[in-house]
């Protein structure tokens, strides 16, 4: 069975930085990848980054390009976002989670979602 736990999350100010963790358990890395995702109040669940274990291909969305980096430690088997220079629009609750490929990284390609940490970004 597929756990996913999210950490990281909190309050920070406008052009701050986080590091967002996702350690996985009854997880084999070597033939998935994992998804970050977020939701804002009343907004539909988004893709914000992926990264895959078979080819090493990793998904930004536009929105966080050039400003979010993912990354993971197999030895850990964990998934890490690091986000700077937040924005109050990257205020949301983030999630991780588990599919066999990156693909488009789309909500209903992925499963084994954690709970999710909530980010929030003041102005």
């Known amino acids: 069975e597929v756990q996913l736990v999210e950490s990281g999350g909190g309050l920070v100010q406008a052009g701050g930085s986080l590091r967002l963790s996702c350690a996985a358990s009854?997880?084999?890395?070597?033939?998935?990848?994992i998804g970050w995702f977020r939701q804002a109040p009343g907004k539909e669940r988004e893709g914000v980054s992926c990264i895959s274990s078979s080819d090493r291909s990793t998904y930004y969305a536009d929105s966080v390009k050039g400003r979010f980096t993912i990354s993971s430690d197999n030895a850990k088997i964990t998934v890490y976002l690091q986000m700077n220079s937040l924005k109050p629009e990257d205020t949301a609750v983030y999630y991780c989670?588990?599919?066999?490929?990156?693909?488009?990284?789309?909500?209903?390609?992925?499963?084994?979602w954690g709970q999710g940490t909530q980010v929030t970004v003041s102005s």
């Open positions: 989670a588990s599919a066999p490929i990156c693909g488009t990284v789309v909500v209903t390609t992925f499963g084994s």
């Open positions: 009854g997880f084999t890395f070597a033939d998935s990848a």
